[in-house]
């Protein structure tokens, strides 16, 4: 199994950026599918990005062009560029690791992220 931990987040201003890193610790990380969601407030967790164990990669409406996500098996880590950030990105952001095969689904404990003037 694996544990994310996230780290990054922070307040910026609208049309600025922001990098969200995750670390994730266990040794079978390759296997793991890696993705980034969030959660606004009063609203229901989304899927922000998703980088597969085979380098597919999958963007939301509304950040694709916006976001990049990337991920480095040999250090365990999963990161996401974010760009050109706009009021609408406000939430905590969680990263995903879900093997697989789908025997686990693991969750880190989320980094806020704040776009405000």
């Known amino acids: 199994q694996v544990q994310p931990v996230e780290s990054g987040g922070g307040l910026v201003q609208p049309g600025g950026s922001l990098r969200l890193s995750c670390v994730a610790s266990g040794n079978s990380y390759p296997y793991y599918s890696m993705a980034w969601y969030r959660q606004a407030p009063g609203k229901q967790r989304e899927l922000v990005a998703r980088?597969?164990?085979?380098?597919?990669?999958y963007y939301a409406d509304g950040v694709e062009g916006r976001f990049d996500i990337t991920r480095n098996n040999d250090k365990n880590t999963l990161t996401l560029q974010m760009n050109s950030l706009k009021p609408e990105d406000t939430a905590v952001y969680y990263c995903?690791?879900?093997?697989?095969?789908?025997?686990?689904?693991?969750w880190g404990q989320g980094t806020q992220v704040t776009v405000s003037s």
């Open positions: 995903n690791a879900g093997h697989y095969l789908g025997t686990g689904n693991y």
């Open positions: 980088l597969t164990q085979s380098a597919n990669s």
